[in-house]
C-alpha cells in the first residue's frame, strides 16, 4: 500500500486501482472516484455495500483494512458528507452498476428523437389510419412527431382542408401528445409538432400495432437507422400528380383495316 495521494492516473495497491488507469490524465475520461488510499479524510462512515450494515465513523486506514481483508475496496460514496461517507464493495462491479443506472435514467429522461410523417391532402382513410397509428407508435415511444401536410397541385387554393386536416390529427392524437408548435404554413406545406405526454397520461385510441406495419420486427433491423415507418409519401402518391393527365387521355389509333 503507497501512502499519501496518488495522482489520479494512478492506483493504489493490490485491487484498489480503476478500470482504465493507464489512460492519459485528460479531463471527463479520469475517474474522479476516490477509493482506498486515495481517500484524503482521516476518518470516514463507513457501510458495507453488501449487506448495507453501518460500521460507524472509523480511522480511514482501519476503513481500508476491513474492505481489503474481504477482498473488496473502500469506495467513497459522498465526498461531501462530514465525514464522508464511504462503502465496501467490489469497485468493478459498484462502477458497472452506476454506468448501468446511469443509462438507464439517461433513456428516460431524455426527450427521445424527433420523428417525421407526412400526410397528403386528401389521403386515403386507410393510408390515415397507417400513418396516424405511426404517430401513435411514435408518442408511446417517448419520440416528439414532426407533422407534415402536403399540398399537390391545384389543391393548394383550398388551404381550409389542410387545416381541417391538421384539426383533426391533433384531435385523433389529443390522448398520447400535445401540440407544442400549431399547424403553420411553410410553402405548400402545413407543418405542426407534437410532443408525448407523460406516460402515465397517455391512453391510445387506435391498435396498438397494424400487422405486418408497425409489428416491432418488422423495424427491428433499423433502430440505428432509418425508422420505416417514416414513410415519406402515401401508398398512391405516385398516382396523384399523373392521374389527371392519363385518365383522360385518348386511347391509341386503331389500325386501319385492310
Given at each position: 500500500m503507497g501512502g499519501?495521494?496518488?495522482?489520479?492516473?494512478?492506483?493504489?495497491?493490490g485491487n484498489s486501482g480503476p478500470p482504465g488507469r493507464g489512460r492519459p490524465n485528460n479531463g471527463r475520461f479520469v475517474d474522479q472516484t476516490r477509493i482506498n488510499e486515495r481517500i484524503r479524510a482521516p476518518k470516514v462512515r463507513?457501510?458495507?455495500?453488501?449487506?448495507?450494515?453501518?460500521?460507524?465513523?472509523?480511522?480511514?486506514?482501519?476503513?481500508?483494512?476491513?474492505?481489503?481483508e474481504r477482498g473488496l475496496d473502500l469506495v467513497e460514496v459522498a465526498p461531501n458528507a462530514e465525514p464522508p461517507v464511504c462503502k465496501i464493495v467490489d469497485y468493478g462491479k459498484y462502477k458497472y452498476m452506476q454506468e448501468k443506472h446511469k443509462k438507464e435514467a439517461h433513456k428516460h429522461h431524455k426527450g427521445g428523437k424527433v420523428k417525421e410523417l407526412k400526410f397528403r391532402i386528401g389521403?386515403?382513410?386507410?393510408?390515415?389510419?397507417?400513418?396516424?397509428t405511426h404517430a401513435e407508435d411514435?408518442?408511446?415511444?417517448?419520440?416528439?412527431?414532426?407533422?407534415?401536410?402536403?399540398?399537390?397541385?391545384?389543391?393548394?387554393?383550398?388551404q381550409e382542408l389542410g387545416h381541417a386536416l391538421a384539426k383533426k390529427i391533433k384531435e385523433d392524437l389529443l390522448n398520447m401528445g400535445h401540440v407544442d408548435q400549431e399547424p403553420k404554413m411553410a410553402g405548400r406545406n402545413?407543418?405542426?409538432?407534437?410532443?408525448?405526454l407523460p406516460e402515465q397520461q397517455r391512453h391510445r385510441k387506435f391498435k396498438v400495432h397494424l400487422k405486418g406495419v408497425?409489428?416491432?420486427?418488422?423495424?427491428?433491423?433499423?433502430?440505428?437507422?432509418?425508422?420505416?415507418?417514416?414513410?415519406?409519401?402515401?401508398?398512391?402518391?405516385?398516382?396523384?400528380?399523373?392521374?389527371?393527365?392519363?385518365?383522360?387521355?385518348?386511347?391509341?389509333?386503331?389500325?386501319?383495316?385492310?
Open positions: 499519501g495521494n496518488r495522482p489520479m492516473g494512478g492506483g493504489g495497491g463507513v457501510v458495507d455495500g453488501v449487506n448495507n450494515a453501518q460500521y460507524g465513523v472509523l480511522p480511514t486506514h482501519q476503513a481500508i483494512r476491513m474492505a481489503k389521403i386515403d382513410p386507410h393510408d390515415y389510419l397507417i400513418k396516424i411514435f408518442l408511446a415511444e417517448g419520440h416528439k412527431v414532426r407533422i407534415q401536410l402536403q399540398f399537390r397541385g391545384r389543391q393548394i387554393a383550398h402545413i407543418n405542426m409538432q407534437i410532443s408525448p408497425t409489428a416491432k420486427a418488422d423495424i427491428k433491423h433499423h433502430e440505428e437507422g432509418h425508422d420505416p415507418r417514416e414513410d415519406k409519401h402515401d401508398h398512391d402518391d405516385h398516382h396523384d400528380d399523373d392521374h389527371a393527365e392519363h385518365h383522360d387521355a385518348p386511347p391509341p389509333a386503331a389500325s386501319e383495316q385492310k
